[in-house]
């Protein structure tokens, strides 16, 4: 694996797999998926290349990239790669003050935009930015202002490196390419403070491709693989990285909230994700066999006691299921376990990597338990992606696997996870100070997270450092290890927990609101006006009766003694949750500080 892997890689797969489909999207004016072959991949990479050039983008200057999933992400990327330049992706739903910040920070003299709402905040960004110069559209239908001259479509980029004429000093960037170059800078999203440039090297993306391949040794080239997480976002972008040097077809997702409809489309054989999407998987098959009566409830029960004591009893710790329960087992893959897999629409999965948050136990088990190969990971930007992970027959629940290779883990002060090997990140871009505190002196990166090791050597979570709270009587609180163990209930949605600095702990909670007007119908409740429903005592009773149910394993100074139920879900309009969908905790305490100090009154 030579040190011009990223620049090299779409031409010298283009060179190997000629007109096979490297890459699908879905056209939305016909519902069918366009192919892209590796041929054309290439020819868009060498044209992005010279028309870079064209525009005289210097070698190590950064490009950003502010769109939803599109293949022409993937055509810079490449194409900035070969030119030795780095890109900068921006999350598509960004605000103006974040683009701001980012194009300022990183100092963007391009910027490469998706669709309507990219572009109109790039133009007013621009006006308030003194580094940006150009703005290229991907979407030919977004409407340009007028008089705009700063601005062009990506196919009339395309244009200006047509002719290749620049191509000698795209190789020869390509050949001066170095690992301590940089090859991408991400901005973490930040659940407090200021917005980081996470510095990714091309050594930090050649050794992660080299542990993977010792570790994901049954992703192949045959392998139909969905895009569904924002390329923006590191576990997507090393993850469709690594898929393109397997030489995988992607298939890439437009807008995240259509993947219940394009996953049925395509039928992929992997995809990552984070656990929310097995979780609403779980909560529906729940609802189903809550649903379900006499034979029909029994089967679906059996099914699930049969593919834990199977797949977990027995596998997972390394015994061979007897014959009789090996033989209910693949009877019910044939029938149950399958049709599952075909209504959410991977039927042909082959491996689902999840990370980026706690997999509650409840959901590893049910998913292990019917036969879906979920590799439960963990991972950071700084590390370019995966730590450690899970693969075929070796995993334990709770666990987030052992550590790729390349990469040291140990277990420092307050059993924080510290991290050496060629993945980890050199640094945050201009930041210098911030750098210098994330590493300890002897050199290992500082993640911040508390784990363990079990004696098999797999890696365990225990809590986030820096979000411990404790009450007021001196106890501390690990939020994440409760909100994970109470978000699986099929009334909940989103949970946050309040203790820091509190007499007690409670929650604010946004509930499924169509599972709790579906209960009030059946209760025969009122549910027109949902604040007055979510106060209704039946209701109220429903949650804590559920919630005192789930909390049993917790001591008693961690369960939730009070809560709120929130007619409003949290949101990144309101700034109470990240690009990633993570909780802003301290957005949530101003933003709802009427709503807790309730909750604490006497």
């Not at 996470?198 to 050794?207: A, E, G, K, Q, S």
């Not at 991290?419 to 050199?426: E, V």
């Not at 300890?440 to 225990?462: H, I, R, S, V």
């Amino acid at each position: 694996m030579d040190k011009s892997l990223l620049p090299r890689l779409i031409q010298r797969q283009a060179e190997k797999y000629g007109d096979k489909t490297a890459l699908t999207y879905r056209d939305y004016a016909t519902a069918t998926w366009v192919p892209v072959s590796w041929n054309q991949f290439a020819a868009y990479v060498r044209q992005v290349a010279n028309a870079l050039l064209a525009l005289q983008v210097a070698e190590q200057e950064k490009v950003g990239i502010f769109s939803q999933n599109k293949p022409e992400c993937l055509y810079v990327d490449f194409g900035a790669f070969a030119d030795r330049a780095v890109t900068v992706p921006l999350y598509a739903t960004s605000s103006e003050a974040q683009v701001h910040y980012i194009l300022q920070d990183a100092e963007i003299h391009y910027l490469f935009v998706g669709e309507q709402y990219q572009y109109d905040v790039a133009c007013h960004v621009m006006h308030l930015c003194d580094t940006l110069k150009q703005i290229i559209v991907f979407d030919r239908s977004v409407q340009l202002l007028p008089g705009d001259t700063h601005s062009m479509y990506f196919e009339d980029f395309l244009k200006l490196g047509a002719d290749e004429k620049f191509q000698q000093e795209v190789d020869r960037r390509s050949d001066a390419t170095v690992d301590t170059d940089l090859a991408n800078i991400l901005y973490t999203s930040g659940t407090t403070g200021e917005s980081k440039g996470v510095m990714l090297t091309h050594l930090c993306y050649r050794t992660a491709f080299a542990g993977h391949d010792q570790r994901l040794d049954r992703l192949t080239e045959n392998d139909v693989v969905m895009d569904f997480l924002p390329f923006t976002h590191i576990f997507e972008k090393a993850w469709s990285y690594y898929c393109l040097h397997k030489g995988c077809r992607l298939a890439i997702n437009l807008y995240p909230q259509d993947i219940q409809k394009t996953i049925k489309e395509v039928r992929p054989t992997a995809m990552c994700s984070v656990p929310r999407f097995w979780e609403k998987v779980y909560d529906g098959v729940m609802e189903k066999i809550n649903e379900a009566t006499g034979m029909k409830k029994a089967l679906m029960l059996d099914a699930l006691k049969v593919g834990k004591q199977h797949n977990i009893d027995y596998l997972m710790n390394g015994k061979t299921p007897p014959a009789w329960l090996h033989m209910k087992y693949k009877f019910y893959e044939r029938t149950i376990y399958s049709l599952l897999k075909k209504t959410i629409g991977i039927e042909n999965g082959n491996c689902f990597p999840t990370a980026g948050a706690a997999i509650p136990v409840a959901v590893q088990e049910f998913v292990h338990s019917v036969g879906i190969h979920m590799v439960a990971g963990y991972g950071m930007t700084e590390t370019t992606a995966t730590v450690s992970c899970e693969w075929f027959g070796s995993f334990r629940l709770g666990s987030v696997g052992v550590p790729l290779p390349g990469v040291q883990v140990r277990i420092g002060e307050n059993n924080e996870i510290q991290l050496k090997g060629g993945t980890i990140t050199p640094g945050y871009y201009k930041k210098e100070a911030i750098t210098a505190q994330s590493y300890t002196e002897d050199g290992w990166l500082k993640t911040g997270d508390a784990g363990y090791f079990d004696k098999d050597g797999f890696l365990y979570l225990t809590e986030r450092i820096k979000d411990l709270f404790k009450t007021s009587n001196g106890k501390y609180i690990a939020p994440q290890a409760i909100e994970t163990k109470l978000v699986v209930d099929r009334y909940i949605d989103q949970i946050s927990i309040i203790a820091d600095q509190r007499k007690f702990v409670s929650a604010l909670i946004v509930p499924d609101y169509k599972q709790v007007e579906a209960y009030a119908r059946q209760q025969g409740i009122e549910c027109t006006d949902r604040a007055a429903l979510l106060q209704h005592p039946a209701i109220v009773e429903l949650f804590k009766t559920r919630i005192d149910t789930l909390q049993q394993e917790f001591a008693h100074y961690e369960q939730v003694k009070r809560f709120t139920l929130l007619p409003e879900p949290f949101s990144m309009e309101k700034g109470e949750l990240t690009n990633t969908l993570k909780i802003k905790r301290a957005v949530l305490a101003k933003n709802y500080a009427a709503e807790i100090d309730k909750m604490y009154e006497e």
